[in-house]
């Protein structure tokens, strides 16, 4: 019999509880200081975009989506999906409206850091999420 620990372990709740609060921080930094934000990551002193403000808000409402996937990973294992979803189209909407298709040093950095890395642990995590969803069902009935 597989244990509740083998289907979904305790380092996943505790890597979405990390993505929770780094984005929980992220999301108020870009929202709070949309013009540090924009002229780091596109390396220019242009004016900044006012969705960059939305930005924020979204990263901000993604960490609560990964705590609620850590309290309840078989009730929300659908969540991480959502994430995947957020991180690779924010990551291509990023590149083309706000970086306009130039990728400097930092925008780089910050595409891999924000999007890229999350992407494959975020695949785990709603795989066996799944898994012990249908682990739960099985041992109700």
Partial sequence: MQTQQAIFPNWMRGFLMIACVYNVFWGIFIAWFPESFYHWVTESQSAT?????WQGRA???MG???LATA?????FWYFPIIGIASKLGGGIWFYLVILEGKLGDQALFHLIMND?????FLVMIAIKGLA????KASIIV
């Fill in 49 to 53: 975009p006012d969705i960059i403000i």
């Fill in 59 to 61: 990263v901000l409402l």
């Fill in 64 to 66: 609560f989506v990964y």
């Fill in 71 to 75: 309290m309840h990973p078989g009730k």
């Fill in 116 to 120: 890229g890395i999350w992407i494959p």
């Fill in 132 to 135: 012990y969803k249908k682990y």
